[in-house]
């Protein structure tokens, strides 16, 4: 599984999320997560059609497919429980 994470850093709730997620790969190494900021990365945030609410965080599988998506501050507890459930994906 791969996580696509799209953020700014003018948005509350991507600064929230940030040390969530590096918590969460530190408990996780097999998981791979790449980061893109919103204003910058204008290729992904169209290609994956990224709306104007943020962060989001886009979950692709082993083929590189989209299988999930999520917006906004996710709780740490919900995040490692979907993750270890798709961990195969």
């Known amino acids: 599984m ?5 953020g700014a850093v003018w948005c509350p709730g991507c600064i ?3 040390p969530r997620w590096q918590k969460i790969e530190q408990e996780l190494p097999w998981l791979e997560t790449e980061y893109f900021d919103y204003d910058k990365d204008k290729d992904v945030v169209e290609k994956y059609q990224v709306g104007k609410k943020i962060p989001v965080f886009i979950f692709l599988d ?12 996710i709780d740490r507890k919900e995040l490692m429980a979907f993750l270890q ?5």
Not at 2 to 6: A, G, R, T, W
Not at 85 to 89: A, F, P, T, V
């Open 2 to 6: 791969k996580v696509l994470k799209i």
């Open 16 to 18: 929230i999320m940030k």
């Open 62 to 73: 082993k083929d590189s497919q989209e299988f999930d998506r999520k917006t906004g501050e």
């Open 85 to 89: 459930e798709n961990k195969d994906r």
